[in-house]
Structure formats: structure tokens, C-alpha cells
């Protein structure tokens, strides 16, 4: 394989902009930190010179991109059971069970989605680096559901600029910590990391980024209700950080509140239900249920959607009171 050459003029609008944020907005199908990793090793240059990251764009520039062909990954394939719900010749998509991380990074390096994928096939797109080959968006390692991920770079590129156009649809369902305060609404609240807490997302007036999230009450229990949710942004921990910020965190989510806090707010009938229903359900109860975009290939729309993961389900039926409905 070719070094990949792409080359992208600046305009006067773009003034003022850091390097590698100007090229991250210009939705070239690379990611910011893969962007960074890029400059650090002179295969960014602007105007034919090296810089830095954080070199500010005068304008009518040229940026030369030079996106050297993927080295053998150190992440070793492994025979991981995969639950596919469509593949074709350009991307797959993947029902991803809770429990898995969806790619390597420090303390995973196997195990992963990313391990499992690399079994399955070994043409997945590079563009994102050795570590997260053919992964356009990633899952919590609690949280279940659909991923697509690219298998050529053509398709990678088409996908993610559809998630930064916010074209890329993506729904949940997720069952809360009490009820929602109306029956459908949306969430309009940044959210950035937590000073106190790098491991978690809050909402926070300074360095936080736009978020946007709709949701519907299709059910509602004394104690929880049960919500579809459609992601209009994509932050790290978006749907758990928006209701635990509202009050009402994703049951069984003890990073955000969900489970030991949640229960000690209640009154001891309602304690005695939610220790059944956090007892089948040992992560958060939140599940990426449908995905749609446009096929690179085809220019059509295109829609895959799973089945609730047998834990939520469970849950649910203990809340409608259907308690016979399984036994264990």
C-alpha cells in the first residue's frame, strides 16, 4: 500500500484556527489525536514546511496531508464470538455485548471488539490508527449495541463525515433512576471532563463542547421509566452524563450515580424492587438499539436495528410486575 496524499486550502475564514483543529473541522476522515500523531511525525505540512499542532492558519495556505499506509498492528486477532447483524464488502455492523471494550488502549489489549474484528477480517480500514483499525465510533465497555465499522478507507471517510454532519442516526433505549421530568424532550447541555473525575463527563460552563440529546418516554414504572433516545452529538459518555446532570441516571450506572446512591433515595417497597432489578442487571442499562446512514457504495439509506439485550429485558419485565416471567 501507497502513502495517501490529501491536500486542503485554507481561507480567510479559517484565520485564527489551530492546525490541527482546522483539519479535524475540514472532515478529512481522521481523528484529532490521529491528526496530532501525524504533525509530531512531519507527515502534515503546510505550505511545504513543518509546524506544530497548535500553528495558527493565516489563510490561503496549502495543508499537505501524507497518511503513510497502517503498520502491522501489535494488537493480535482473537477468536471472539461476534454477533453480526449486517456485512458486506465495505463495513459491517456489530451487535456489541456489555462487557466488551471496543478497542485497545492501556490495561485492554485484548479481549476487545477490535481483537475480535481482526479475526473475523483482516481488511479493516487504517485510517485510524494500528490500535482502532475500522473503528468509526465506539460503545462504553457497559453499554451494549450497534457499531459500524468500515472496512476500506473510502467507507471510513463517508461514515465519519456523516457523524460529524450528524447524519449518521444513532438510537438508544435506557432505563433511569426515577422518572423523567416530562415525556419527551430534549437535552441541550455541555458537557466536559470532570476536574475532579478524569474518568467521567460533566456539565460544565468551561471547556465543554455542545450536546444534544432527544428523548421519549415509551414506558413509565413508579421507580423508572424506560426512554428511546437519538444522539443529535457524539461526546464521550453523552446519554449517561445528560440524565445523571437531570437527576435521573441510567439505572445500574454506578459511575454516574445509578445503583448504591440511587437506592438510598428510596423509600423501602421501592428499595425492595430496585434490589431485584439491579440484581439482573450488573452494568448500566443503556443500549444502542439502531443505527442508519447512507451506504458509501449504494448513495442509499441504510438502517439496522438489534433486540434488547436479555438483561434489560429482564429488568423490564421485573417492573411491569411480571415477575414469574423468568426464573434464576
Given at each position: 500500500m501507497e502513502t495517501k496524499t490529501l491536500h486542503v486550502r485554507s481561507a480567510s475564514q479559517d484565520k485564527g484556527k489551530r492546525l490541527d483543529i482546522f483539519l479535524t473541522e475540514k472532515g478529512i476522515g481522521l481523528s484529532r489525536s490521529r491528526i496530532q500523531n501525524l504533525i509530531s511525525q512531519h507527515e502534515i505540512l503546510v505550505d511545504s514546511k513543518v509546524t506544530k499542532s497548535h500553528y495558527k492558519i493565516r489563510g490561503n495556505e496549502v495543508v499537505s496531508v501524507f497518511i503513510p499506509p497502517p503498520t502491522q498492528s501489535e494488537i493480535k486477532p482473537e477468536n471472539i464470538p461476534l454477533h453480526i447483524l449486517y456485512e458486506d464488502q465495505d463495513l459491517l455492523v456489530v451487535n456489541k455485548p456489555?462487557?466488551?471494550?471496543?478497542?485497545?488502549?492501556?490495561?485492554?489489549?485484548?479481549?476487545?471488539?477490535?481483537?475480535?474484528?481482526?479475526?473475523?477480517?483482516?481488511?479493516?480500514?487504517?485510517?485510524?490508527g494500528v490500535l482502532r483499525p475500522g473503528i468509526v465510533h465506539r460503545l462504553d465497555k457497559g453499554t451494549s449495541g450497534l457499531l459500524v465499522v468500515a472496512k476500506n478507507d473510502l467507507t471510513h471517510r463517508s461514515l465519519a463525515l456523516q457523524l460529524k454532519a450528524r447524519t449518521l442516526s444513532r438510537e438508544y433505549r435506557a432505563l433511569t433512576c426515577g422518572n423523567m421530568p416530562s415525556s419527551e424532550g430534549r437535552i441541550e447541555v455541555p458537557i466536559g471532563r470532570s476536574a475532579k473525575d478524569r474518568k467521567k463527563m460533566v456539565a460544565s460552563p468551561s471547556k465543554s463542547k455542545e450536546s444534544v440529546t432527544l428523548f421519549w418516554v415509551s414506558e413509565s414504572f413508579d421507580i423508572?421509566?424506560?426512554l428511546s433516545l437519538k444522539l443529535l452529538t457524539g461526546r464521550t459518555h453523552q446519554i449517561r452524563a445528560h440524565l445523571s446532570y437531570l437527576g435521573k441516571p441510567v439505572l445500574g450506572d454506578e459511575q454516574y450515580g445509578g445503583r448504591k446512591k440511587w437506592i438510598n433515595h428510596l423509600n423501602l417497597l421501592q428499595r425492595s424492587l430496585a434490589y431485584e432489578v439491579l440484581r439482573v442487571l450488573p452494568r448500566q442499562a443503556l443500549h444502542a438499539k439502531k443505527i442508519g446512514f447512507v451506504h458509501p457504495r449504494t448513495n442509499k439509506y441504510f438502517e439496522v436495528e438489534s433486540d434488547l439485550p436479555e438483561d434489560i429485558s429482564k429488568a423490564l419485565k421485573l417492573l411491569r410486575g411480571e415477575k414469574n416471567a423468568f426464573s434464576h
Open positions: 456489555a462487557g466488551m471494550v471496543t478497542h485497545p488502549a492501556a490495561g485492554n489489549f485484548s479481549g476487545t471488539l477490535v481483537n475480535a474484528l481482526l479475526f473475523h477480517c483482516r481488511d479493516l480500514s487504517g485510517i485510524n423508572s421509566d424506560f
